[in-house]
């Protein structure tokens, strides 16, 4: 199963982009790239997940290197609100999810 | 629309104690998880049901049981609990391959 790599923390300030990096280099052809955040403790949410191309929605972008082996996750304009665990999630066998530890986003005024 | 429903929110155990959490779903999904999650730490996955009547094992199973029994339910049943199980349990089911993980608003355990 193909395993992920963060930071466990970062900062960022209010209404700049967050870049939240993962690496997962034993990634395989056909596992796709998922993205979560969990704020407090709350039940995790979905964000955005991509295969190969770049991708976008309301919440972020996904910006996967061309070997896959790592991923960004950009939030283009961070707010106070957005401060969370982010997690990078590649689908392991039999499509189990595994979480990892994450990184702690810091927004700040 | 209630999506993944979790019971109980809260419980305290004593040690030895056996006790069953509850997930149910109302999206049709097939596939359904349970996670646990200890005080600053990551999701680690428990079991995973990929349909009706199978089951798997995750990370950490030793010391759980589960059940499905059908689609629409996932249950994780504590047999014997030990203070290492105090945790915030989640539920989480997925309709198929390519698509998302969608989680309850978990269960919070403590053994004492």
């Known amino acids: 199963d193909a395993k992920t790599t963060q930071p466990p923390s970062m900062d960022c300030a209010e209404g700049r982009a967050a870049n939240l990096p993962c690496n997962h280099s034993t990634i395989s052809g056909n596992e796709y790239v998922y993205w979560y955040r969990q704020i407090h403790s709350q039940g995790p949410q979905y964000i955005i997940h991509g295969l190969k191309n770049n991708e976008t929605n309301e919440m972020a972008s996904l910006i996967i290197t061309e070997d896959r082996k790592s991923s960004t996750l950009i939030l283009p304009h961070a707010t106070l609100r957005d401060t969370a665990v982010y997690y990078c999630?590649?689908?392991?066998?039999?499509?189990?999810?595994?979480f990892g530890s994450g990184t702690k986003l810091n927004v700040k005024p | 629309n209630a999506g993944v429903t979790q019971t109980p929110k809260f419980q305290v155990l004593k040690t030895g104690q056996s006790m069953t959490l509850q997930c149910a779903q109302d999206?049709?999904?097939?596939?359904m998880y349970w996670y646990r999650q200890d005080p600053g730490m990551g999701l680690r996955l428990i079991y995973y049901s990929a349909s009706e009547g199978t089951t798997d094992k995750g990370e950490v199973p030793n010391g759980y049981n589960v059940s499905r029994l059908n689609k629409r339910e996932f249950s994780l049943r504590l047999e014997s609990a030990a203070p290492s199980q105090t945790s915030v349990y989640f539920c989480a089911t997925r309709q198929g391959a390519g698509n998302t993980i969608y989680f309850g608003e978990g269960s919070w355990l403590t053994v004492v």
């Open positions: 999206m049709n999904h097939n596939s």
């Open positions: 999630i590649v689908r392991g066998n039999f499509n189990k999810f595994y």
